[in-house]
């Protein structure tokens, strides 16, 4: 592992809740707010949980649980600073040092949230993995993450870690949730243990301490750790405020699955900082059950994907009309290019603003986003966050210089004072300090600005099509065919090429109502090359039922590369979408 770089404390910019102005905002006055102090220890265990009881608002649901089949449990600041307390105690007493690595495989269960803030409280470091996962990529990630105790299901444990424990020596001990308590060799039942423990008050842990461990979603193949430090709650607290305008009034539900840096983020910190109620769904993506929810629970600010949004889309507005009825007040994407289209049809579905946002497990904490002060482009990721520093860089010769004029396609880079940012990668060393060059950090994501300085997405360095003298991203290919009536998704990758090097070719689902077949491909093909020209247009259409996803929602291109080869799959397939029963009744 490397050192932290320090991300310095130098003058931001940043407004009043719930608007972004051009104010200044400094991060030790955001420190001093949650601590009482400029600087020393911080620690995101306490600010989530003890904090909120001190300001008096310990009876205040923090995490409202909903299981399967719609069971509600409840859990006030006050009980989750005392579970998160006797955890804390339970890991120290089971000799957990500071730094040390906790991964937890979870569903979304109550446990989760005790899970990770007793975590921080002991002083360790908070590393939660995809339970959608085999037990060649858990074994792989527990390694790498050096895991000194696994927080885990019985269930979960038996079908996939079990049989690589042996292989696993660091691995000291497995707590697990759940009822049964049949705990096996080198396994505890966590209800016992917390039962006999007394709450223990949180370490005074660096702003600078590791807190917490993902590895970014595989669609690139390798798993990187990218580990984040107890100082990057100042951008949750900010970002929480500032985007989605939380306050302890607030209902926010973060729908991302806990292997995802978004769960950590914005599904446990940024709420628990801001003192509001977090919904936390156990079931998966089912579009009459969300509407429900928002509905139901008067959620009034949702975090969600494009996957999300597509999928209800699929549904048709009709369903929508049917809860239109919410207390919603904003509700945001991320993880995916959003195209305009489903940014119009969320708005006029959930009649509130749809904002599309960008960041990265690098950055720890949305970083660009489309927002209330600096107004909202739909089909662009918005603007940077005051306070963030980006160019959109082009590296020529070893140097980095910043590309000129509008529309200009380049990488974008990002100033490392951002609270958030990473402060070590596992695994290879060499590749945390190959992000940064001259103070910036890269990206690897192609944008470009438009004159009024909102950013747009082009595509991953590594997935543009290189098509003979034309730079071809997938983006904007996609977001042109997903404004044909018949497409439901699409993923567009480069098929190498003899003559040219690749050609762009397209993996379409189709919505209900229409048939995948040669007439269909004809009408796209031609409908393509009418919208983007016949040397941006793809060659191929395959139709696909579905297409390949990481559990975070992403379309892996890598599966999409196989495919367009006839290469089989090697790689971890994980979530599908539910099958679709409605209609596509936008029109
Ligand atoms: C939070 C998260 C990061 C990558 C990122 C980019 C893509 C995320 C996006 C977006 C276009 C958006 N991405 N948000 N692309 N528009 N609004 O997603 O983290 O899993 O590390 O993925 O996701 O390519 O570089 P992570």
Request: with cysteine; glycine share 12%; net charge negative.
């Amino acid at each position: 592992m490397v050192s932290a770089k320090p991300g310095n404390a130098a003058t931001v910019s940043a407004g009043t809740a719930g608007a972004w102005d051009d104010t200044a905002f400094r991060w030790d006055e955001a420190q001093t707010e949650l601590t009482g102090a400029p600087d020393g220890s911080l620690n995101i265990g306490s600010i989530c949980a003890d904090r909120q009881v001190a300001l008096g608002r310990g009876g205040n649901v923090a995490v409202r649980w909903l299981g399967r089949r719609l069971e509600r449990r409840d859990v006030t600041y006050g009980e989750l600073a005392e579970q998160s307390g006797r955890f804390a105690r339970v890991l120290a007493d089971l000799g957990l040092q500071p730094g040390e690595t906790v991964a937890v495989l979870l569903g979304r269960v109550p446990e989760l949230f005790s899970a990770a803030l007793g975590i921080w409280k002991a002083g360790g470091v908070y590393c939660p993995l995809f339970a959608a996962f085999g037990p060649g990529p858990i074994k792989a990630r527990l390694e790498l993450g050096k895991a000194a105790i696994l927080v885990t299901s019985d269930e979960l444990y038996a079908r996939k870690v079990a049989a690589s424990r042996s292989g696993l020596p660091q691995l000291r001990q497995v707590l697990l949730v759940g009822e049964s308590g049949s705990a096996g060799d080198g396994c505890a039942v966590l209800r016992d243990l917390l039962d006999a423990a007394q709450p223990m008050a949180a370490a005074a842990t660096a702003p600078e301490a590791p807190a917490f461990l993902h590895f970014t979603s595989g669609t690139t193949g390798t798993p990187k750790g990218v580990l984040h430090p107890h100082r990057a709650v100042l951008a949750h607290l900010v970002t929480g405020r500032k985007v989605f305008g939380l306050s302890e009034s607030d209902v926010f539900w973060c729908t991302a699955d806990p292997g995802w840096v978004t769960s950590t983020s914005y599904g446990i910190i940024a709420p628990l900082t801001c003192g509001a109620t977090l919904i936390a769904d156990e079931a998966e993506l089912d579009p009459r059950r969300w509407y429900g929810i928002l509905h139901d629970e008067k959620v009034t600010a949702w975090y969600t994907t494009p996957t999300a949004i597509r999928t209800m889309m699929r549904y048709g507005a009709a369903l929508a009309r049917s809860y239109r009825e919410n207390a919603l007040r904003v509700a945001a994407s991320v993880g995916e290019p959003l195209n305009a289209e489903a940014v119009m049809w969320g708005q006029k579905a959930l009649g509130v603003p749809f904002l599309d946002t960008w960041w990265q497990t690098e950055t720890g904490a949305i970083t660009i986003a489309n927002g209330p002060g600096t107004g909202r482009r739909p089909g662009s990721m918005g603007r940077p966050l005051p306070g963030v520093d980006v160019s959109i860089m082009r590296c020529e010769g070893g140097a980095a210089k910043p590309v000129d004029g509008a529309e200009a396609v380049g990488e974008l880079a990002i100033r490392t004072c951002w609270p958030s940012m990473f402060s070590g990668a596992l695994g290879e060393e060499t590749r945390y300090g190959d992000s940064f060059r001259e103070g910036w950090y890269f990206t690897g994501d192609l944008v470009k600005r438009d004159k009024d300085g909102f950013i747009w997405f082009v595509g991953r360095a590594d997935d543009m099509i290189k098509c003979g003298g034309l730079q071809i991203g997938p983006f904007e290919v996609e977001s042109s065919l997903m404004d044909h009536p018949a497409v439901a998704e699409i993923g567009v990758v480069g098929k190498p090429d003899m003559l040219v090097r690749e050609v762009p070719v397209a993996f379409i689902s189709v919505n209900p109502g229409f048939e995948a077949g040669d007439a269909l491909r004809a009408e796209l093909l031609s409908y393509a090359r009418q919208e983007l020209g016949a040397s941006m247009a793809p060659r191929e259409i395959h139709f696909v039922e579905e297409l390949p996803k990481t559990n975070s929602g992403k379309i892996m291109r890598r599966v999409l590369k196989a495919k367009a080869v006839g290469e089989p799959d090697s790689g971890d397939i994980l979530n599908t979408l539910p099958p679709c029963p409605g209609r596509y009744d936008d029109e």
